[in-house]
């Protein structure tokens, strides 16, 4: 019953991951966004992630698609009917770009090893908030308050760059 879930819900994540690039309109490129947050925070529960999967609903599925739909709706892009024309050149690196991507991943899974389930050190709270904050305090510290400096900062650039003075130009 699980193995059916994670292959559905893994076939569901790839193709609508894939009808995001593919997709023509703006619009339905988000909801099929949406829909892939959705299988991936499927794919939290079925790995006893509770917390990440709700904080992925709220945060990525809540949050950032309601900004980018309003951004894709300020912008009006649905009724131009622009078209863009590529390069040929443009094509070849875009085609090169995604092959050394290809290359990168198939090097850094080649040596990944798969590690099945061991009935004598698995514990149910292993995706829980309890464990989550240990590991992430614990192993990951830098990381992470290199990461709030980094959104620190960006939240200080958005005000600046947000900040109207008088007899100020913005380009």
């Known amino acids: 019953m699980t193995e059916n879930l994670f292959y559905f819900l893994s076939s569901l ?4 991951a ?13 909801l ?10 499927g794919h939290y529960i079925l790995l006893n992630a509770q917390f990440l999967a709700a904080v992925n609903i709220i945060v990525y599925a809540g949050a950032i698609m309601v900004l980018f739909l309003f951004v894709i709706m ?3 892009m649905g009724k131009e009917k622009e078209t ?5 050149m ?5 085609t090169i770009a995604g092959g050394l991507l290809f290359v990168v991943m198939i090097a850094a899974l080649k040596d990944a090893d798969v590690v099945g389930y061991n009935p004598d050190t698995y514990t149910s709270q ?9 590991v992430l305090f614990r192993d990951y510290l830098l990381p992470f308050e290199l990461a709030s400096i980094l959104f620190l900062v960006a939240m200080v650039g958005a ?9 100020e130009q913005h380009f």
């Open 126 to 134: 292993t995706g829980m908030v309890e464990s989550l904050g240990s």
């Open 18 to 30: 894939l009808m995001v690039v593919i997709s023509k309109n703006p619009v339905h490129s988000v």
């Open 74 to 76: 300020f912008l009006n």
């Open 159 to 167: 005000v600046m760059l947000g900040k109207k003075e008088a007899g």
């Open 13 to 16: 994540t790839l193709l609508c």
């Open 84 to 88: 863009i024309k590529t390069s040929t």
């Open 90 to 94: 443009s094509k070849v690196a875009g």
């Open 32 to 41: 099929f966004l949406i829909i892939t947050f959705f299988t991936i925070s």
